[in-house]
Nanobody, 115 residues
Framework: QVQLVESGGGLVQPGGSLRLSCAAS????????MAWYRQAPGKQRELVAG???????NYADSVKGRFTISRDKAKNTVYLQMNSLKPEDTAVYYC?????????WGQGTQVTVSS
C-alpha cells in the first residue's frame, strides 16, 4: 500500500518562498507520475505541477516561471519549490502519485500567503 507524507506548508508573506515535500513509501513502480494539486476554499481541486518518472514535467499556467517540481528517485520524494508567492496561491496542497493505474493522495498541507 502506497503512503504519502507531505511537509513544508505554512504561512508566508507575498513574494516569499516555500518548498513542499512529499515522501512516498510502499509499492511505487516504474512509469509513475508524481504531482501536486491544490484546492482553495470554495474552488475545485486543480493540478499545479506534474512530473513523470521519464523526466517530463508540466505546470498550470498560473504557476509557470514561479514554481518548480522536482523529484529524488532514490528517496521516492517529490518536491514543489514555490517562489514569488501570491495571495491567490493560498490553498491546501496535495501530493498525488499514480502508479500502475491507481492514484494515491497525501493528506494535504496548508499554504497561506498573506501579509
Amino acid at each position: 500500500q502506497v503512503q504519502l507524507v507531505e511537509s513544508g506548508g505554512g504561512l508566508v508573506q507575498p513574494g516569499g518562498s516555500l518548498r513542499l515535500s512529499c515522501a512516498a513509501s510502499g509499492g511505487i513502480f516504474s512509469g509513475n507520475i508524481m504531482a501536486w494539486y491544490r484546492q482553495a476554499p470554495g474552488k475545485q481541486r486543480e493540478l499545479v505541477a506534474g512530473s513523470s518518472s521519464g523526466g517530463s514535467t508540466n505546470y498550470a499556467d498560473s504557476v509557470k516561471g514561479r514554481f518548480t517540481i522536482s523529484r529524488d528517485k532514490a528517496k521516492n520524494t517529490v518536491y514543489l519549490q514555490m517562489n514569488s508567492l501570491k495571495p491567490e496561491d493560498t490553498a491546501v496542497y496535495y501530493c498525488k502519485v499514480r502508479t500502475r493505474g491507481t492514484d494515491y493522495w497525501g493528506q494535504g498541507t496548508q499554504v497561506t500567503v498573506s501579509s
